[in-house]
């Protein structure tokens, strides 16, 4: 089916729900890398929970630790969220709901 010609509104808001879209999974990627940081620290693998434990001021590793964490798996799920983007299946419903 040929893509209609959408005008500049239509375009905006088009746009906009992609960025949510994408926006929700890199959310959703986030917090799983963090919790998986946390359960590392919690579950004492690699001794960190021990080190952490012992150490004068504990912030600092725990962020250095856990943002790249979480950074790295928000990427990687919104990675994922483009390789999969429904956006061909926008012209392809008749409901006329959207995708995203």
């Given amino acids: 089916m040929a893509k209609p010609l959408m005008s500049r509104e239509e375009a905006r808001r088009d746009h906009e729900a992609m960025l949510r879209y994408m926006a ?6 986030l917090g799983i890398g963090l919790c998986c940081a946390l359960l ?3 579950l ?14 504990p912030v600092i590793p725990v962020f250095l630790i856990a943002v790249p964490m979480g950074l790295t798996s928000g990427a990687v799920m919104l990675c ?3 390789w999969v983007l429904p956006y061909e299946a926008k012209y392809e419903r008749r409901d006329g709901r959207d995708p995203f």
């Fill in 44 to 57: 004492d693998i690699g001794s960190l929970g021990t080190r952490l434990a012992r150490a004068d001021d």
């Fill in 40 to 42: 590392v620290f919690l």
């Fill in 80 to 82: 994922i969220a483009i």
């Fill in 24 to 29: 929700k999974w890199f959310a959703i990627g």
